[in-house]
């Protein structure tokens, strides 16, 4: 017979407004009431923030490994996004989830400095994977994307977004709440399965 083992495992940094995006700036977390400000000076800079979706997106995966490769998790061997597995699932995904999946690319005078992707469910985006060329650390274009994305979101009914897993210090920043999430092992009930 099998034995099912739940435990904690991490927790999900988030944040509900159930009201417009005019509501979530009045009020969720200050980060959001910054970023305004933060979004003009970046476009005054030469900045811009686009969206893909479908085949769009999959046309643009190399920079995303670009701007991977440039950014912390390439310095420290903690890239996913590069040519091979990962981004053949991600190419999948963005075939097979045009409607649930997108990507998000920030420009510097027509440089690609930052990528984020997000999963749209219901009335939540899940912000999946994100990274930023080093260099270009004091544009914010990261922290822009996050903004411009769940106002695009919450524009079409979305209430919450969610950094799914992780305490990383912006993640806490930016959120109200957190949830736990669980990991679930299931084996069999013998010495061998308990190990």
Known sequence: SSYWHRAEWTTSAFCRCDGDFDALHASGPSWIREMPRRRRKFIRDGGAALHFSGADAVD?????ARVEAASWKGSEGQTRLQ???GQDILRRAFVQLSDQIQLWLAFMD???VAY???FLCGDRIWLYQCGYDERYRKARAGSVLAYVATEHAWVRGVREYDYLTG???YKLERTSELRTLYHLAGHQRTARGWL
């Open 83 to 85: 040519p091979g597995h």
């Open 60 to 64: 643009r995966l190399d920079i995303v």
């Open 167 to 169: 305490d990383e210090p």
């Open 110 to 112: 027509g440089e690609p």
């Open 116 to 118: 984020q992707i997000d």
